[in-house]
């Protein structure tokens, strides 16, 4: 295991020189199964796809679905088959990095496989983590799946919609939040409905153009 | 990784073998985090355990926390963590299986880690898993996660209250599910507001009785 992930931070460090040089960011999306990532990319793409040039790296076990609710956008979007692997590795980003014109883009999404688990050992070379994560989940899930929440750069709790027809409690997820990772924003989103979108857009805007700004 | 499912086999048929030779069923259950799988717990304990002698080993990643909500049944209850390890293996289980009296359980139910990838992949010696999935999680699950549906012996339907404010669509779920698995039954469940458990009851019990009752 040691070795494995030895190898994956080799090829993970090689990504993002990478990137680097191009300055295009490149964001590692998190989340269970179904909590909502590719509405929220359906979402942030209609804000952004105006402002910034964007590409989309699909990661799922089997099926080109998320892609392919993706292709109205226009934009460059590779999808990467795991065939039964629980996450994307930086073999896999590295391999595909070629199908993009890296000078042409300022930001690649990932969307990992949907799992709380085992993407968040996994460094892809990206320049941050976000965690997603669903009200229908629970309000428990930072505590019980920390790691994730540990390390990723912001959260996004989606379907806030949803809570008065769940027993979450906002108050309880706040504080195990607090006690796991104080310094991240967490963002109250529906993706649906739209809640809590425009601050999600300003501060996503605002890694981007930081990025592309750098010397 | 071959190796490791093959030793995992091994220990998975001689957890099986003791079970079999005490008459306990033991049943696996496996979802996404937040899916409902501690809430079903609850349910089928406040509506089996004085029909049938229940154990219970809980498999999380850290915490105590479902642990302590089953504690009320006062039944024998086993916690695993697995301390970032994204499934339980055959390994974990038969190190514990000692802290129950088999000879006093007709059934051992198993609650893996949340998570719909990892957990489907390893054989804990267990008679069945049973795939546990919430409607928010969205209508498409079976086919972008189709292992664990093909290795199930039965599918709960979980959180189906929640249908009217999704775009959950069952006829899409339906359909998918017939072209993974046909042959097993789905039980459309609300385990909060009670929908549809009296047919899951009977299922359960029928399996337990039938195990119980083999030559």
């Known amino acids: ?18 990137l680097a040089e191009e300055k295009v960011l490149m964001v590692n ?25 964007i590409g989309i790296i699909e990661g799922d076990i089997t099926t080109d679905r998320d892609a392919r609710r993706l292709q109205k956008f226009n934009i460059p979007i590779t999808l990467i088959n795991t ?22 883009l300022d930001v690649i999404f990932v969307e990992n496989v949907g799992n709380l688990v085992c993407p968040s050992q996994f460094d892809l070379g990206e320049n941050f983590k976000l965690a997603v994560v669903s ?36 108050l309880n997820f706040r504080k195990d939040m607090e006690k796991i990772n104080r310094n991240i924003p967490v963002f109250e989103l529906s993706c649906t409905r739209g809640d809590g979108l425009g601050a999600w857009f300003e501060w996503i805007s605002s890694r981007i153009t930081e990025n592309c700004n750098r010397e």
């Open 1 to 18: 295991m040691r070795n494995i992930l030895d190898r994956n931070q080799n090829r993970a460090n090689e990504v993002r020189r990478l």
């Open 29 to 53: 999306i998190i989340s269970s199964p179904g909590a909502g990532k590719t509405t929220l990319l359906e979402r942030t793409l209609g804000e952004l796809n105006t402002k910034f040039r």
């Open 83 to 104: 065939e039964g692997g629980c996450h994307l590795d930086s073999h896999s980003i590295s391999k595909v990095l070629d199908t993009f014109s890296l000078k042409d």
């Open 135 to 170: 009200t229908a989940e629970g309000d428990d899930k930072p505590a019980k799946y920390p790691m994730l929440f540990r390390e990723a750069r912001a959260v996004l709790l989606n379907k806030v919609d949803l809570i008065p027809y769940t027993n979450f409690r906002m």
